[in-house]
């Protein structure tokens, strides 16, 4: 799946078993440790792992 969404530059791989839809982030909390998303229409929080961080605040400042 992962494969067939990279042409999309919106959706991102924010931790071992998520990609996530960057449009469809209401908020986002956390500190250095990682930090925890909430989706539209998600009722559970997802994951961004530590590791990902750093690409993800640049990516997520640009959507």
Known sequence: MEIRLQEFSNIYKT????????????SCSGNAQGYQLSLEN???TVPVSRSKLKAFNMLFENS
């Open 15 to 26: 931790h071992r078993s998520y990609l996530v839809n960057l449009d469809k982030i209401i």
């Open 42 to 44: 998600y009722t559970n």
